[in-house]
């Protein structure tokens, strides 16, 4: 089965660092991008950024460009969302996605909470 | 770069038929055959229904059909059924090589 598994809710301070993660299973992780999507409490989806595991090249939404870091580590199958320096506006769901002619496969997100 | 633009909510009763609107701009939905859609009901990951303007995935309802015109994307559900109930997102790659998710539509089965 095809599948992206995330990591656990995280509950975390202002100013803390954070790396959440997305491991693929049931298919060649190289061959298809990984999508990172975020969605504020009551918002809608926004299309952060990609990576290529194949070669790790980046492209990222100017929105999120020098916010956060995506990146991969294609020995174990694995995608990375991290930030640097969290705010409380960074408290969101994150969903990783499988790209390929859309968003054909999903992780079942990871709940991000920055509060002081 | 902003958002594409779909209706805030849109309804039907059931075994009718609504078509949300996706609109952008000829830097991302004119300007190729890349707008997808997705189904994603509260509290679940989102589901990916069609591709490449007009494609259905298999295993997605054939109730679920994609058009464009122009710099304007449609999904149109037909025979809406009560799990239809959900948000609908359209999503366009763009010139800049990104990607851009539409507003979001609520559809309520009346």
């Known amino acids: 089965e095809v599948q992206l598994v995330q990591s656990g809710a995280e509950v975390k301070k202002p100013g803390e660092s954070l790396r959440i993660s997305c491991k693929g299973s049931g298919y060649t992780f190289t061959i298809y991008w990984i999508t990172w999507v975020r969605q504020m409490p009551g918002k809608g989806l926004e299309w952060m950024g990609r990576?290529?595991?194949?070669?790790?090249?980046?492209n990222y939404s100017p929105s999120f460009e020098g916010h956060v870091t995506i990146s991969v580590d294609k020995s174990i199958s694995t995608a990375y969302l991290q930030w640097s320096s969290l705010k409380a506006s960074d408290t969101a769901m994150y969903y990783c996605a499988r790209q390929d002619n859309g968003m054909d496969v999903w992780g079942q997100g990871t709940t991000v909470t920055v509060s002081s | 770069q902003s958002a594409l633009n779909q209706p805030a909510s849109q309804s039907g009763s059931p075994g009718q038929s609504i078509t949300i609107s996706c609109t952008g701009t000829s830097s991302d939905v004119g300007s190729y055959n890349l707008v997808s859609w997705y189904q994603h009901h509260p509290g679940k990951a989102p589901k990916f229904i069609i591709y490449?303007?007009?494609e259905r995935p298999s295993g997605v309802s054939d109730r679920f059909s994609g058009s464009k015109s122009g710099n304007t994307a449609s999904l149109t559900i037909s025979g809406l059924q009560a799990e239809d109930e959900a948000d609908y997102y359209c999503c366009s790659y763009t010139r800049s090589g990104t990607y851009v998710f539409g507003t979001g539509t609520k559809v309520t089965v009346l």
């Open positions: 490449g303007d007009t």
């Open positions: 990576i290529d595991p194949s070669d790790s090249y980046t």
